[in-house]
C-alpha cells in the first residue's frame, strides 16, 4: 500500500521497458502535486565473488553514459520473473558463470525522484564457468576479475562509476 495517494496517471509513452507518465499525486505532506514518473519493472545486479577475494565486473558500452563502463552483470526482469531468477540468468548471459549460490543483499533504488526502478542486489559464490548468450543489443567486450586493491583504483580513479555496481561492492564488503 502506498504511503501517498495517486489521484491519477496521465500515460506520455510505453517503451520496451519503462513507462512514462504524470502522476496527480497527494504525498505525506498533504500538498497535492503533479510528478513525472518513470516506471520500471525492475532488475537485479550480480557481484561474482571468488574464493580469493577477487570479482569479476564486465566492460559495457553504454550509449547513455556515451561510453564504456566497468558494472557487475545486471538485467531486466522479464515479466513474472522473481529477482533471483532473473540474477541467475543475468550472470550466466553477461558474464559466462553459472552461480552455485546467490545471497541477496539489499536493494537500491536508482533515482526515486522520478523512477520506481528497483535493483536488488546479489552476491555470486561458487561460480563456475558456462557459456555466455548476451542479449542482441548488449556490447559487452571484456569480462574481467579485480582484486579489492584493483576496485579501490578504479573507485579513485573515476573509473568505477556505475551506481548498481558500487552499491554491491559496498555491499560485498560490509559481508566480508
Known amino acids: 500500500m502506498s504511503i501517498a495517494t495517486v489521484h491519477s496517471r496521465t500515460q506520455h509513452h510505453r517503451g520496451r521497458?519503462?513507462?512514462?507518465?504524470?502522476?496527480?499525486?497527494?504525498?505525506?505532506?498533504?500538498?497535492?502535486?503533479?510528478?513525472?514518473?518513470?516506471?520500471?519493472?525492475?532488475?537485479?545486479?550480480?557481484l561474482p565473488v571468488f574464493?580469493?577475494?577477487?570479482?569479476?565486473?564486465?566492460?559495457?558500452?553504454?550509449?547513455?553514459?556515451?561510453?564504456?563502463?566497468?558494472?557487475a552483470p545486471a538485467g531486466t526482469l522479464n515479466p513474472g520473473e522473481t529477482p533471483?531468477?532473473?540474477?541467475?540468468?543475468?550472470?550466466?548471459?553477461?558474464?559466462?558463470?553459472?552461480?552455485?549460490?546467490?545471497?541477496?543483499?539489499?536493494?537500491?533504488?536508482?533515482?526515486?525522484?522520478?523512477t520506481d526502478e528497483k535493483i536488488h542486489l546479489w552476491l555470486a559464490r561458487d561460480c563456475r564457468p558456462a557459456p555466455s548468450n548476451h542479449d542482441e543489443d548488449e556490447v559487452i567486450t571484456e569480462v574481467k576479475h579485480f582484486s579489492a586493491a584493483e576496485i579501490d583504483?578504479?573507485?579513485?580513479?573515476?573509473?568505477?562509476?556505475?551506481?548498481?555496481?558500487m552499491a554491491v561492492v559496498l555491499q560485498s564488503r560490509v559481508r566480508r
Open 84 to 114: 533471483e531468477a532473473c540474477a541467475r540468468r543475468e550472470v550466466i548471459e553477461e558474464a559466462g558463470l553459472v552461480a552455485g549460490r546467490l545471497e541477496h543483499v539489499g536493494f537500491v533504488f536508482t533515482a526515486p525522484g522520478f
Open 51 to 71: 574464493d580469493d577475494g577477487t570479482v569479476v565486473l564486465i566492460r559495457q558500452f553504454r550509449h547513455c553514459a556515451d561510453g564504456w563502463l566497468w558494472e
Open 17 to 46: 521497458v519503462i513507462d512514462v507518465g504524470t502522476e496527480d499525486v497527494t504525498p505525506p505532506s498533504g500538498v497535492r502535486t503533479n510528478l513525472d514518473v518513470i516506471k520500471h519493472p525492475g532488475a537485479s545486479c550480480i
Open 153 to 165: 583504483a578504479l573507485l579513485r580513479e573515476g573509473g568505477l562509476c556505475d551506481a548498481k555496481t
